[in-house]
């Protein structure tokens, strides 16, 4: 499910890409955007308005404007307010263009924001989707380790106090690189791809029993961390349990589910002399295999498989 967000932050801190300027219907800023892309409401104003989205941003830009100026001034104000009267989330004009009186009138009438920025179209609208789309992916956070092993985003599980943040430390201590640790903060990027990232107080720092927190960035520098990175692989630390019966072929494809993604997963169990990092560092290169088509265990199983076929013709020595 996606997230709403208020028509508001398009004049927030972190929305200054977009150069978005209030004009009118500041009343309505607290209405929801829950739909990153745009709608140009080029039918809604001639009066066809059973397909205007509610939820979305609609823009005008030169072609919505010379049509309004198509028409006598109460035609105008009839189209504008039969649009503002379904309390779409805003209106934005674009190219700093001239804004129409009866436009920023059925604006404040109505409550609708009214928004102008100087940037052309085209770009405006590839700007304010990517700029929506990461606001309102679906996100969630998860308490684990996350790091880029090889190039392979490996989020790291288990329960407190079984390892995680010391196998990060090995890890980083080889060359791998930290991305969060204990809250990982998740977004689905896409149908099939799941991000993650630091929360920002936390950003770069890493707790570890016995030495307190510890700033990764610091003591290894700025190449021991990066900000964000897709999720390849999922980790399970779980303690050694002598009567559980834990893969040992490889052949157990398991699937982690995150946001609706469902991403490989490998349980490994945790004991004194187990040398942890040096297990991930080999199921992250195993999975870089897996991801250019070469599958180890499959592979060995199906030579397997054909060498003891029936009917197949074994090999032995000449006996005298």
Not at 55 to 62: H, L, N
Not at 90 to 118: E, F, H, N, W, Y
Not at 280 to 302: C, D, F, P, W, Y
Request: net charge negative; proline share 4%.
């Amino acid at each position: 499910m996606r997230r709403r967000i208020k028509t508001e932050a398009l004049c927030g801190e972190d929305a200054g890409d977009l150069q978005l300027r209030l004009l009118a219907g500041q009343a309505g800023l607290d209405r929801p955007i829950d739909h990153p892309r745009i709608q140009k409401p080029g039918l809604a104003l001639a009066g066809f308005v059973d397909f205007l989205h509610q939820e979305r941003v609609q823009i005008f830009g030169a072609t919505e404007l010379q049509f309004l100026e198509t028409l006598d001034e109460d035609a105008q104000r009839t189209a504008l307010d039969n649009l503002c009267a379904e309390e779409v989330a805003c209106i934005i004009v674009t190219k700093g263009m001239r804004i129409p009186a009866p436009l920023q009138a059925a604006c404040d009438a109505s409550g609708t924001p009214l928004l102008v920025t100087p940037q052309v179209t085209s770009v405006f609208v590839h700007r304010i989707e990517a700029w929506l789309d990461d606001r309102l992916a679906p996100t969630t956070t998860i308490h684990a380790v996350l790091l880029e092993v090889h190039g392979v985003g490996v989020l790291i599980l288990g329960k407190s106090g079984i390892g995680k943040s010391e196998c990060a430390l090995d890890l980083i201590e080889k060359g791998h690189r930290l991305v969060a640790d204990d809250v990982v903060r998740v977004k689905r990027r896409g149908p099939e791809t799941v991000y993650g990232t630091g929360e920002k107080i936390l950003m770069h720092h890493i707790e570890i029993r016995g030495l307190g927190i510890l700033n990764v960035r610091d003591l290894f520098g700025v190449a021991a961390v990066r900000e964000k990175k897709r999720v390849d692989l999922v980790v399970e630390l779980v303690a050694w349990d002598d009567d559980e019966e834990y893969d040992r072929l490889g052949l157990d494809e398991r699937r982690f589910p995150l946001l609706g993604v469902e991403l490989p997963l490998l349980t490994v169990p945790v004991r004194p002399g187990r040398n942890m990092a040096a297990i991930i560092e080999v199921a992250a290169r195993n999975q870089l295999l897996k991801s250019m088509g070469t599958h180890t265990s499959a592979n060995l199983q199906a030579r397997l498989a054909k060498e003891i076929a029936p009917g197949r013709r074994v090999q032995t020595d000449d006996v005298d």
